[in-house]
Structures are given as C-alpha cells and as structure tokens.
C-alpha cells in the first residue's frame, strides 16, 4: 500500500486542526475520497479551482555563500581607498545610473534593475555558522526549546504545501564536511516540516516522507499501487461515479512532477549552456560545497513544480589566502575570485533572467548572502579574514522595486554609516513576499511557548515592497 503525506489543508487559518501532513492512502475507492482530517482530495482541487489558484505558489530561492564573500570585491568597492584596501579590482557601471558593481559580473551589470544589493547589513558574528543565513538569528544567543528552525520550515509549517506532488521544502544543499556551513535544521517545528533533500551522498538518502526518488522516478512502480483499483472500479461501473476532480486527484497521486523537475535531462540544452555546470563531486575547498552552477537551474524548476521554498549553498568563500593550501599553489584571495566571479555571474544572472522570462519574477523572491563580509585590509598572506561588521546581501524577483543600492559603509567599507539592515529585515521582507504577517503568525516551541518568526525588530525594507 502507497502512502503520499502532505495533503493541503482546509483554506482556513494555517493553525486549525487540518494540518497539511496527513496521510493519503491508496488501496480502495473509499481512500481515494477520505483524508484523515476529513478533507478530500477532489473537495480541496474544488475548492482551489473556485479560487482561482495559479500553477505555482510565490517563493523563494535561497543562495548560500558558504564562507563568507567579500562585499567589497563584489557589490561595494571602494577604488580610491588605499591599495592595501582596495585590492585590483574596478566598479563599472550597470544599467541603473549610478549603481556600480565588480568589473568581474558585466552579465550582472547588464540586468541590475532586476536586483537589489544590501550594501549594509549587519549583526553578524565572526564565526562560520550557516544558521546566519538560513534563519537570521544569532547563535551566540539563547534558543528556545528544540532551537531556531530554518527558512524554509517555518514556510512548511505555516503554509504547507501547494501542489500536493510537490513538497513545500526542498534543500538542494550539499553536506559540507565543516559542520557549521551546513542548514541550521528544523529545530522545534520537528521532523515533520525536514525539506526533501535530493542531493545526498547516495540516492538511499533521496526520501521524500518515505517514497525513494528512484521510485517517485520510476512511474510504472509508482502507478503499479493504482492501476488494480482502476481496474477494479472499471469492471464494478463505478468510474462514471467519480466526478473531473477525484480524477484530477488521481492523477495528481501517479505524478512525476518532482522527479522530473528534478531531472536536468530534460531541460533545453541551451539553458543548461547559460546557466554552466560544475562537478558536483568536487568539494572546493574540501570542507567547502561544489560550485555547481546548475544547482540554480534546478531550483527554478522546482519552483516551476510548485515547491516554495529552495535553499541551496553554493562554493566557497572563505578565503584567506596563503600559498599551497586546499590544491591552490596560489591561494590569494584575488586569484581565487578571479576563478569563481566569472562562473557566479554568468550562473546568478542566468537564474534572474530565466525566472523573468518564464514569468516567474514576480511569484519568485531570491535572496544571495554569506555568513559575514570579509575584512577591509589585505593581509600579508593576500587573503581577508572574517568581518562580522558589515555584510552584503542581493535580492531579486519577488514582484520587488529593484535596480536600487541600500544601505552604504564607511570609505573602507568597514562599517555601516547609512540604513543598516538586519537578517531580520531580509527575513521580514521575505515572510510579507510569501503575504505572512510577522506580527500574527507565531510557532509553538517545544516548551509550548509562541515564538515570531523573525527577531526582534525585523521589519520588511519599505524599499523593495
């Protein structure tokens, strides 16, 4: 017998009793029109259909900078500071009068009314812990019970899914051998509200609440479990009986949409040549991720699946510099972006013009940052060492007023002087994308406490909505 969890739920509030991870079973006609919340399936297409429901929910990509990237080598550069400050390379400008960005992103530069950069955020600490990223909060503070759950399991648990062959999570995250480069997890909210996570060392670890990718792949294993009840309800003459809706659920419950979202082989060449590829295999840095340009491509079309929410890490940017280290005869950390800004141009500029071309950019919000900006001053190994004063952020989609520069340092870009910004800003702005009210919705931690979903203080930028 089949088991698919996670149905949507009543259109009611988010906390009633209908959660959206019960179980539908397949394994007689009755199972086809009972949900144990006492929600059907066809009842609930009905219901989305007289709501007029689009085909994709509005979302968010999730792009980690494992590391830590240089805001000044790459959206806030301050050529007429010192050289020991300045490093080589030069702003350019872009196609929004006087935004100016790294000479290294000309693809960037060409599209930059399509994004925005936070050129002042700060809050940050010095140490690596991607939990800066994927839920804004600080680790150095207290925790509730159970701990901070990411981004995109607070979305599970407050919106559930909205296709119910797609997960409303999916991480597309490489297992980083460095702990704390690696997503925070689900904290309180539990198991239940994990992303489906495709990219495991082995497809043994490619679950999806129990069903295997290779058998969410293979259609014919996957329809085996119905086809002797469509049998069945074909020779008793009760086929006639179920109304356009109860086949649509039918068919939604024999999908391959995830699986095939999740297979770049069908996906136009042309787009993959646009977006690059890299060896997932090839941990940069060892205890970095992959730089894995086509990690982007599948986030897309996953949100095209009807996923809302994908976090995803990409490379590695903790670069201090140094010779001989990790492979690199020459570590400095010039050399090194000379290797990766071309591939990070040509793969985020992809994603923003290939979500705006699909029509995508209005329901579909990403976000790009690190853990923390990297020191104003060059050291004597040519590297730049962790600065948790300030950081930098690139936001686009989500129906936003792009081609702005928010926030601006110091003449070193050491510090914030103009419009600082927290990750609980970028999180607010996020949650009011999803249309999540900050001020109503709270989630129970393990103590039976309420908890915000963001911390204190984060407002949505009155500049981007």
């Known amino acids: ?143 509730p019970a159970g701990g901070w759950p990411q981004f995109g399991s607070m979305v599970s648990k407050v919106q559930g899914q909205f296709d119910v062959s797609a997960p409303p999570f999916v991480s597309l995250c ?42 969410l792949a293979d259609r014919k294993t996957l329809l085996r479990s119905v086809d002797q009840l469509r049998r069945e309800i ?35 060449p042309a787009v993959i040549a646009r977006y690059g590829t890299g060896d997932p295999t090839i941990f940069v840095d060892s205890n970095g991720a992959p730089r894995v340009p086509q990690s ?51 793969c985020v500029s992809a994603l923003i013009e290939d979500l705006d071309q699909r029509g995508l950019s209005d329901d579909c919000a990403v976000m790009i940052a690190g853990e923390f900006g990297r020191t104003p001053k060059i050291s004597n190994i040519v590297g730049r060492d962790h600065w948790p004063q300030v950081n930098c952020a690139l936001l686009a989609g989500g129906g936003m007023r792009h081609g702005q520069v928010i926030g601006s340092t110091d003449r070193i870009a050491g510090e914030a002087v103009a419009r600082p910004v927290t990750f609980g800003d970028l999180y607010a702005t996020l949650f009011k994308h999803l249309d999540i009210d900050i001020n109503q919705a709270t989630l129970v931690d393990n103590n039976g406490r309420p908890q915000y979903l963001v911390t204190e203080g984060g407002t949505a930028l009155p500049e981007l909505i």
């Not at 890490?313 to 990766?340: C, L, M, Q």
Request: aromatic letters at 8%; a negative charge; one cysteine or more.
């Open 296 to 346: 982007m491509l599948m986030a897309r079309r996953l949100i095209e699946a009807g996923v809302r929410v994908v976090t995803l890490n990409y490379s590695k940017w903790d670069w201090h510099g140094g010779t001989n280290v990790e492979g690199y005869p020459n570590n400095s950390i010039f050399a090194r972006e000379a290797e990766d800004f071309p591939i990070f141009d040509k």
């Open 234 to 268: 074909d020779t008793s003459m009760m086929m006639s009986g179920i109304d356009t809706f109860t086949e649509q659920a039918m068919g939604l419950l024999t999908s391959s949409k995830l699986a095939e979202a999740l297979d770049l082989s069908q996906e136009d």
């Open 1 to 143: 017998m089949l088991k698919l969890n996670g149905l949507a739920s009543s259109p009611g509030s988010a906390n009633d009793g209908h959660t959206r991870r019960n179980f539908l079973t397949i394994g007689s006609l009755a199972a086809l029109g009972t949900v144990s919340s006492g929600w059907s399936l066809p009842s609930i297409l009905k219901a989305e259909a007289a709501a007029g429901k689009k085909k994709s929910p509005k979302s968010v990509i999730l792009i980690y900078l494992v590391g830590g990237p240089p805001h000044q080598d790459m959206f806030d550069l301050k050529p007429e500071a010192p050289s020991e400050i300045a490093g080589p390379w030069r702003p350019i400008a872009t196609n929004v009068p006087g935004m100016e960005i790294c000479e290294a992103f000309p693809q960037l530069a060409r599209i930059s009314d399509r994004f925005s950069i936070v050129r002042s955020l700060i809050g940050n600490q010095a140490d690596h812990d991607a939990c800066q990223v994927f839920h804004g909060r600080d680790p150095r503070l207290p925790k």
């Open 174 to 215: 490489y297992q980083c051998s460095h702990g704390p480069y690696n997503e925070p997890g689900t904290g309180y909210l539990g198991a239940s509200h994990s992303p489906f996570r495709p990219m495991g060392p082995t497809k043994d670890d490619m679950v999806l609440q129990g069903v295997t990718l290779d058998r």
